[in-house]
Nanobody
Framework: QARLVESGGGLVQPGGSLRLSCAASGIGFNNYGMGWFRQAPGKQRELVARISSGGSTNYADSVKGRFTISRDNAKNTVYLQMSSLKPEDTAVYYC??????????WGQGTQVTVAS
């Protein structure tokens, strides 16, 4: 069955960097759009970045210029490189795999905390 496993979260100081990874299995990875979402305490889950099966990307305004999403189809993995982190980036980050808005899978999430 489909499985998405996130890794790379942790505690980082403001201005620091982290790279999140999401390893997918049980799906035709090449055919799926992949995305990173986040949910802060008391807030709704929101889209952070998305990359299509063809490699097109889009970002939330709040992370443009600071975060970069990429995918390695050979490794069935999607990445989120996060730089210039701010306290407001603190959230649980979730990986999502989506195909034509008909099928969607989620990972279990990884905590990112930005604090001094």
């Amino acid at each position: 069955q489909a499985r998405l496993v996130e890794s790379g979260g942790g505690l980082v100081q403001p201005g620091g960097s982290l790279r999140l990874s999401c390893a997918a299995s049980g799906i035709g990875f090449n055919n799926y759009g992949m995305g990173w979402f986040r949910q802060a305490p008391g807030k709704q889950r929101e889209l952070v970045a998305r990359i299509s099966s063809g490699g097109s990307t889009n970002y939330a305004d709040s992370v443009k210029g600071r975060f970069t999403i990429s995918r390695d189809n050979a490794k069935n993995t999607v990445y989120l490189q996060m730089s210039s982190l701010k306290p407001e980036d603190t959230a649980v980050y979730y990986c999502n795999a989506n195909r034509l808005n008909l099928v969607s899978y989620w990972g279990q999430g990884t905590q990112v905390t930005v604090a001094s």
